[in-house]
């Protein structure tokens, strides 16, 4: 018999010397996650049901090309949602999505336009995104959960991380697909790369990188409901209570309201690409 | 286009090398060694792209790069904007050396002086029409309203007013062209480079094209080099052409020169379907109208020219050689009979004519028709020669393609 090997333990010290030594660098990022979270919660509870529903609408009617029927569903959605008791805790789980989509897009489009610039970037991202696909999303809260303990910041770290991959590689394919004559205009005209970036290679790849931004909405609501696990904060943590009690209603009513705030989020964005 | 004055070399390419792979440097050293292109790749998997090439091209000038696919045109072009780095050799555009420069002077030299055309238009999907042609003002810097302005403008000239704010979706292949030559227009450099601009175009819309070009370089006398793949629009538009063959340049010369002189059998080959009838014009074919009388001369001074020259009609002018019309020797015999003092009442007036860059063809059936020999004039009705039937016959001749081996 082989002994059992020391995993584990070599783990927990790897965590130890990395919480003593990198300590500093786990508090700047959960206080930046906790500002960003409170800025999108704050705005949203703060803001009455009935005056938040039809502002809602009017936004989605827009940004959606004037699509009347999604408007006029989205009112009904959230009216449904109100009744049933359920309108703070639907607002604490949109702002994990919205916060935790920002910062994913604000560190997945970068990244994105790195790659489609670097082949060699490119090529190692690559390998790591196609790893982090293959996961289950259950593994991607121990690491968060390791650094930074239960609660939302926990949550909004395995969300963010869950949900970035589209961000990159549709930042990435859309920047790598626009036809090389364009890229050429840019240069015949002088263009610096910022320029080319800004005036061509961004706007060009606009549509491809709206649709990552579409899955990245979708991965990041799965995530944090998921994430309630390991003490998120929503509509999950509804659902996680109402499977422990066995509450069928109560379950049942907040997986309603997931799945009414997942229509209305991936209607919006897919129609604001087209 | 004139040529009068002293022309001014805007573009002089020297021992120009391209080639593409690893270690460039080293197919050069083989070219230079005598070896083809054909050889270098299957040895060393280089890939010759340009071959010790070197030109001038004057200022207002209309440049071809012709050959068939694969020859380098695009190679040789994109190396004078620097798109593509020469391997070896010397690009000196208005006394500038381009080869040597740094990124932000070759950034700044391509704001300034040179627009591209491109052969898939090119425009940029997301922007208006107007934006697309204010693109490269933009990327100089240029503010908002000054750039409209001068977009506007640009847009005017290519005869596409009231497209400002369409999208270039909405717009066929040949207008948005046009909006690719407004935008190269828009920044007014003095250079402007034409990659097979018209070649994803349909033949009608390409002879429009050609010619809109034609009467634009008429009204702005800018540098163009224009690659084509396609020998009758580089005879239409080039004042001077260059063929290519496997990343060299063959023969450099006027469209004339290359049809009646080819400097090999490539050349040859690649000139032995042209008809001949569109490419030459009166101005190639036409003799001197010489001697010619004045119109308030007498009948007595055109019979004695006549005689002495022994030619049985002149063409009659007046002041700076306007053409007034044609004697003929019985008429001028009879006027003399009857002692007239003028050759008013001899001359024969409205006589078919033609104009100096008549083509051939449209020549054959105005001479066919007439019993005169035909008179070329320029704009403004000047005699600058005269074009007899046998004229035609002998230029036709002077080029058949005597083998036809294909
Ligand atoms: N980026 C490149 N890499 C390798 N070979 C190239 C590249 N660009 C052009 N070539 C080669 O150089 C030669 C000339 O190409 P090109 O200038 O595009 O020809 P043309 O425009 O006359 O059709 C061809 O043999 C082509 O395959
Ligand atoms: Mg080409």
Not at chain 1, 22 to 30: A, C, E, K, P, Y
Not at chain 1, 94 to 114: C, D, K, M, R
Not at chain 2, 91 to 119: K, S, T
Not at chain 2, 121 to 149: K, T
Request: charged fraction near 20%; charge should be negative.
């Amino acid at each position: 018999m082989i002994p059992k090997l020391p995993i584990g333990d070599l783990v927990a010290d790897l965590v130890d010397w990395i919480e003593f030594n990198l300590g500093w660098l786990l508090d700047i990022i959960t206080a930046g996650f906790k500002t960003v979270l409170n800025g999108f919660a704050d705005i949203l509870m703060i803001i009455p049901p009935l005056i938040f529903i039809p502002i809602l609408a009017i936004l989605v009617y827009l940004v959606s090309h004037r699509n009347l029927r999604l408007a006029l569903l989205s009112i009904a959605g959230l009216l449904l949602i109100w009744n049933l008791q359920l309108w703070d805790l639907s607002m604490m789980t949109l702002a994990l999505v919205i916060a935790s989509t920002f910062i994913a897009l604000l560190i997945g489009v970068p990244l994105g336009i790195l790659a489609s610039g670097n082949d060699t970037f490119d090529a190692v991202i690559r390998v790591l995104l196609d790893f982090m696909q293959t996961m289950p999303p259950f593994v991607y809260l121990i690491p968060a959960v390791i650094f930074f303990s239960l609660g939302n910041v926990p949550g909004m770290i395995a969300t963010v991380i869950f949900a970035m991959p589209p961000a990159i590689r549709l930042t990435n394919l859309g920047i790598r697909q626009i036809p090389t004559e364009l890229i050429e205009v840019a240069d015949a005209f002088g263009a610096t790369p910022r320029q080319k970036l800004l005036k061509v290679q961004l706007p060009g790849a606009l549509p491809t990188i709206m649709t990552g931004v579409n899955q990245c909405i979708m991965l990041a609501l799965s995530m944090a409901v998921i994430a309630s696990m390991i003490g998120a904060a929503g509509l999950g943590y509804q659902v996680l209570v109402g499977i422990q009690r066995v509450n069928i209603a109560m379950g049942f009513e907040a997986g309603l309201a997931i799945v009414i705030l997942a229509i209305i989020l991936d209607r919006v964005t897919q129609s604001v690409v087209r | 286009m004139d040529f009068e004055e002293e022309p001014e070399v805007i573009i002089k390419v020297n021992q120009l090398f391209k080639i593409f792979g690893n270690d460039p440097k080293r197919g050069v050293e083989h070219l230079r060694a005598g070896r083809t292109k054909q050889e270098i790749f299957e040895k060393t998997s280089l890939i010759v792209g340009l071959d010790d090439v070197s030109f001038e091209v004057m200022k207002g000038e209309t440049f071809v790069l012709m050959g068939l696919s694969g020859c380098g045109k695009s190679t040789l072009l994109r190396s004078l904007n620097r798109l593509i780095h020469p391997t070896a050799g010397e690009i000196i555009i208005g006394g500038r050396d381009i080869v040597g420069m740094n990124d932000d002077e070759i950034r700044e030299f391509r704001r300034d002086n040179i627009g591209m055309v491109f052969q898939n238009f090119a425009l940029l999907p997301h922007r208006s029409i107007l934006d697309n042609v204010a693109f490269g003002l933009e990327i100089q810097g240029m503010p908002l309203a000054e750039r409209h302005e001068k977009s506007r403008a640009a847009l005017e000239l290519v005869g596409l007013s009231g497209y400002e704010t369409s999208m270039p979706d909405q717009l066929s292949g040949g207008m948005k062209q046009r909006v690719g030559l407004a935008r190269a227009l828009a920044g007014d450099a003095e250079i402007l480079l034409m990659d097979e601009a018209f070649s994803a175009l349909d033949p009608l819309i390409r002879r429009d094209m050609q010619d809109e070009l034609i009467d634009l370089q008429e009204r702005l006398n800018k540098t163009v080099i224009f690659v084509t793949h396609d020998l009758d629009e580089a005879l239409k538009i080039g004042n001077r052409i260059a063929l290519m063959m496997d990343g060299k340049i063959i023969q450099v010369g006027t469209a004339e020169e290359i049809l009646m002189n080819p400097e090999n059998e490539y050349v040859e080959r690649f000139v032995a379907d042209v008809d001949m009838t569109k490419v030459l014009t009166a101005k190639d074919i036409m003799m001197k109208a010489d001697p010619v009388i004045y119109c308030k001369s007498g009948p007595h001074h055109a019979a004695r020219l006549m005689k002495e020259f022994g030619i049985s009609s002149l063409f009659v002018v007046s002041q700076h050689r306007i053409l007034r019309g044609i004697v003929m020797l019985e008429d001028v015999v009879e006027a003399v009979k009857h002692d007239k003092k003028t050759l008013e009442e001899t001359t024969i007036q409205d006589i078919p004519f033609v104009q100096l860059d008549t083509p051939i063809s449209e020549i054959i059936p105005v001479i066919a028709d007439s019993r005169y020999p035909l008179p070329v004039l320029d704009e403004d009705a000047r005699l600058k020669g005269m074009i007899m039937r046998s004229s035609v016959l002998l230029a036709l001749a002077r080029k058949e393609p005597e083998t036809n081996d294909s």
